[in-house]
T-cell receptor
């Protein structure tokens, strides 16, 4: 089984719908991240959390919210999805001693029509 | 101007070739430099990590950092078809978050 698991792997939805992407990890890491990846724009940080009570906005948090339900679980929500949120979303984890090594899930491809 | 610039490619080379992948950056405060490899339909995985200037070698891979020129490189010797992937540079100056390049797609043909 993967150390960082994302669900769903693929989702097609309509404009205005609420969407939740879920991430769970078995690595025992405190730090968790949500990124989106777009062609030509690379990976951009949406939100990150250093522990259950610590949530921080990243570079592009508008239109997104997150919930850290437990050390191992970090969910990303789109309250009212819009087409320009069509992207590949990645969850990642790291240890507290951040050497820059992030452990990524396999991604969730979201299409908003 | 983006903080990190990376040529998107694609770069297509024959098996056995030496590959050079590069990134430039604008923020002189960056101290930690990384290369991630991303196979199709997979998440990125850390390939090489370098602190400050200098070279680091790991098997067929060499990471090079030139802070005076704000330029980092990844060299792949004896490239293999299994090296076909997108390579992302990344860097940071504190422990919070990385800045990624857009990635260079590499294809190594037999």
């Amino acid at each position: 089984d993967a150390d960082v698991t994302q669900t769903p792997r693929n989702r097609i939805t309509k404009t205005g719908k609420r969407i939740m992407l879920e991430c769970s990890q078995t690595k025992g890491h405190d730090r968790m991240y949500w990124y989106r990846q777009d062609p030509g724009l690379g990976l951009r940080l949406i939100y990150y959390s250093f522990d259950v009570k610590d949530i921080n906005k990243g570079e592009i948090s508008d239109g997104y919210s997150v919930s850290r339900q437990a050390q191992a679980k970090f969910s990303l929500s789109l309250e009212s999805a819009i087409p320009n949120q069509t992207a590949l979303y990645f969850c990642a984890t790291s240890t507290a001693a951040n050497t820059g090594e992030l452990f990524f899930g396999e991604g969730s491809r979201l299409t908003v029509l | 101007q983006k903080e990190v610039e990376q040529d998107p490619g694609p770069l297509s080379v024959p098996e056995g070739a030496i590959v050079s992948l590069n990134c430039t950056y604008s923020n002189s405060a960056f101290q930690y430099f990384m290369w991630y490899r991303q196979y199709s339909r997979k998440g990125p995985e850390l390939l090489m990590y370098t602190y400050s200037s200098g070279n680091k070698e790991d098997g067929r891979f060499t990471a090079q950092v030139d802070k005076s020129s704000k330029y980092i490189s990844l060299f792949i010797r004896d490239s293999q078809p299994s090296d076909s992937a997108t390579y992302l540079c990344a860097m940071n100056y504190n422990t919070d978050k990385l800045i990624f390049g857009t990635g260079t797609r590499l294809q190594v043909f037999p």
